[in-house]
C-alpha cells in the first residue's frame, strides 16, 4: 500500500483523540466536548459499539445459517458510524449505503427490520420520515445525489443559517472509498458546491473497494477531493469514536449555519468481508488484518475507561448481558418476521399505481394464485 494509506493514524493530517492504546492526544483544531459529561457521552459510545457490532455478528451467523440471503458486515467500522451519529441533530437526515447499521441503530431503527431487508421479507420496513434515516442503497453511490438534492431542499424550505439549533438543518451521504470514484459521488458534489448545499458527505474508507485496494483508485489522500469542488475536507482517525463524533459535529455546525458542504475521510478498516458472499482471504494478507487488529475501535474505548476509571466492571458485564439479549432477540426474531406477499412489490413504486402497472400488477397476481402452494406445501 502506499505510504499514505499505510494503516498507522500518526499522520499529522489525520484528526486523532483517542489512540490505539486508549489514551488521548490533542489536536490543535479538535477538541472532545460532548454535551454531556465526557464519561457518560464515551459509555454511550462504548454501548452503541458493542451492540451495533453484536447485531453484526449475529446477522452474519444467520446468514451462514441459511436465514438471510446476505449480510454486509462493519466489522471495525462501529467507532465510524457511532462517532458520525451521536453528532446528529434530530433533524438531520441521513442517506445510507447498505452497511450503516450503526447509524441505524443511533437513528432508533429496529434491527429487525434491517434484518427484515436482508431476508428479503421487504425492501426496507421503516420510515425514513420517523427516523430521518433513508432506506439503504444498493446502487454504489446513488445516496449522494438524493443527499445533496434533499439538502438544496432543505435551503428552500429555509431551514438553514436561521441560529435555531431546533431548525437548522443538514445531511449527511455516507459512502464508501470505492464509491468515491463513480460519476454519481463527483456529480453530487459538484451541485453541492455550487448551490453551497448543507450536506456532509461522510466516506468510510475501509481500504478495500469489495477486493480492489483503495491505492488501485486513488493517488492522493480521499479527503483532499474536496478542494477541487471547492469545499473543506478532512481525514479522520475512523477507529477513533470521539474524533469521529467532533470532526462530524464541526461539519455538521458548518453545514446548520451556511457554511456549506463537507467532506470527511473516516481512515478506518473492514475487518470483515464485503458482503457474506466475499472471501477476503483471496486477496488480502492476514498481516494487514492483524496491524489493524491491534487499532480496534472498542478495544480502546475499553482500555481509556478502563485505565481512567470512567466506568466500573459492573458496567461492562451490563453491556454485555443486553448484548446477549440483543442476539436472543435476533435469534428468536427472525423466524417470526412474515412471509412476503408477492404482490406487494407492486404497492409502494408509485402513490397512485398507473394503469399499466396495475393491469401487470393483476396480471402477476392472477398467474401466481393459479399455483396450489398450500397443495404443494401437504
Avoid at 49 to 59: G, H, N, S, Y
Avoid at 243 to 255: D, I, S
Avoid at 351 to 371: I, K, M, T, V
Wanted: with cysteine; charged share 25%; net charge negative.
Amino acid at each position: 500500500m502506499t505510504e499514505f494509506l499505510t494503516p498507522s493514524p500518526s499522520h499529522p493530517d489525520m484528526v486523532q483523540l483517542l489512540n490505539p492504546e486508549g489514551e488521548r492526544v490533542s489536536h490543535p483544531d479538535y477538541e472532545f466536548s460532548p454535551d454531556r459529561p465526557e464519561d457518560e457521552a464515551v459509555r454511550g459510545f462504548y454501548r452503541d459499539m458493542v451492540l451495533t457490532r453484536r447485531l453484526d455478528v449475529e446477522a452474519t451467523a444467520l446468514q451462514r445459517h441459511g436465514e438471510l440471503g446476505l449480510w454486509a458486515q462493519l466489522l471495525g467500522q462501529e467507532a465510524a458510524q457511532i462517532g458520525a451519529a451521536r453528532a446528529l441533530a434530530p433533524q438531520d437526515f441521513v442517506f445510507p449505503t447498505y452497511r450503516e447499521h450503526g447509524v441505524a441503530w443511533c437513528r432508533d431503527v429496529d434491527p429487525m427490520q434491517l434484518l427484515g431487508l436482508f431476508r428479503g421479507t421487504d425492501q426496507g420496513g421503516w420510515d425514513p420520515a420517523e427516523h430521518n434515516f433513508g432506506l439503504y442503497t444498493i446502487v454504489i453511490g446513488a445516496q449522494t445525489l438524493h443527499a445533496t438534492g434533499y439538502a438544496m431542499g432543505v435551503q428552500m424550505d429555509g431551514l438553514v443559517g436561521t441560529g435555531d439549533p431546533t431548525r437548522d438543518t443538514a445531511v449527511v451521504a455516507h459512502f464508501g472509498d470505492g464509491a468515491s470514484s463513480q460519476g454519481d459521488v463527483n456529480e453530487a458534489m459538484v451541485f453541492a458546491a455550487t448551490y453551497n448545499a448543507p450536506v456532509v458527505f461522510f466516506c468510510q474508507n475501509n481500504q478495500w473497494a469489495i477486493s480492489e485496494p483503495v491505492d488501485q483508485m486513488v493517488k492522493v489522500p480521499l479527503y483532499k477531493r474536496a478542494q477541487g469542488f471547492g469545499f473543506p475536507g478532512v481525514r479522520v482517525d475512523g477507529n477513533d469514536v470521539l474524533a469521529t463524533y467532533e470532526v462530524m459535529k464541526a461539519a455538521l455546525k458548518r453545514a446548520h449555519e451556511g457554511g456549506g458542504p463537507t467532506m470527511i475521510e473516516a481512515f478506518t478498516y473492514r475487518m470483515g468481508a464485503h458482503t457474506t458472499t466475499d472471501d477476503p482471504t483471496r486477496y488480502r494478507v492476514s498481516d494487514e488484518v492483524e496491524a489493524w487488529k491491534l487499532k480496534d475501535p472498542i478495544a480502546r474505548v475499553e482500555a481509556y475507561l478502563r485505565r481512567g476509571g470512567g466506568a466500573s466492571s459492573s458496567f461492562f458485564s451490563k453491556v454485555e448481558a443486553e448484548a446477549d439479549e440483543l442476539g436472543e432477540r435476533l435469534r428468536a426474531g427472525i423466524h417470526a418476521l412474515p412471509e412476503p406477499d408477492p404482490v406487494a412489490l407492486f404497492d409502494n413504486v408509485y402513490s397512485e399505481l398507473p394503469p399499466e402497472l396495475r393491469e401487470q400488477r393483476d396480471g402477476y397476481a392472477a398467474y401466481h394464485a393459479s399455483f396450489d402452494l398450500e397443495g404443494a406445501s401437504r
